[in-house]
C-alpha cells in the first residue's frame, strides 16, 4: 500500500503564488508516476500535471502551462505543485495521485490510470 498527504493549500490573492506538498510513503516503486489532479466547485475532477520519475519528464494542462511547475524533493519521495500568477479559476480542491510505474503518456491525464489518491487540499484564490 502507498499513502499520499498532501499539505500547503490556503487562501491566496489574484497574482501570488502558493506551493503544494505531497509526500508519498509506503511501498512505492522506483519509477512511478505521480500528477496532480484538481476538482472546482461544480465541475468535474481535471488533470493538471504530471511527473514520471524516471527521466523527470512533466507534463502539464494547457490552462496551467507556464505557470505551473512539479518539481521533486531528490531525498525523498516528495513531490511539489508550485503555482505562480494564481487566478480565481484555479480555486479548487487539489489532489495529488500515484501510478506505481510508469506511465505512457497517453494515459497520464486519466485519473483510472493513478492507483493511489491523497486527501486532497483547499487552494481558494480571492482578493
Known amino acids: 500500500q502507498v499513502q499520499l498527504v498532501e499539505s500547503g493549500g490556503g487562501l491566496v490573492q489574484p497574482g501570488g503564488s502558493l506551493r503544494l506538498s505531497c509526500a508519498a510513503s509506503g511501498r512505492v516503486f522506483s519509477g512511478y508516476t505521480i500528477a496532480w489532479f484538481r476538482q472546482a466547485p461544480g465541475k468535474e475532477r481535471e488533470f493538471v500535471g504530471a511527473?514520471?520519475?524516471?527521466?523527470?519528464?512533466?507534463f502539464y494542462a494547457d490552462s496551467v502551462k507556464g505557470r505551473f511547475t512539479i518539481p521533486r524533493d531528490n531525498a525523498g519521495n516528495t513531490v511539489y505543485l508550485q503555482m505562480n500568477r494564481l487566478n480565481a479559476e484555479d480555486t479548487a480542491v487539489y489532489y495529488c495521485?500515484?501510478?506505481?510505474?510508469?506511465?505512457?503518456?497517453?494515459?497520464?491525464?486519466?485519473?483510472?490510470?493513478?492507483?493511489?489518491w491523497g486527501q486532497g487540499t483547499q487552494v481558494t484564490v480571492s482578493s
Open positions: 511527473r514520471r520519475w524516471t527521466g523527470g519528464d512533466t
Open positions: 495521485a500515484l501510478h506505481n510505474g510508469r506511465l505512457i503518456v497517453s494515459r497520464l491525464r486519466s485519473e483510472e490510470s493513478y492507483d493511489y
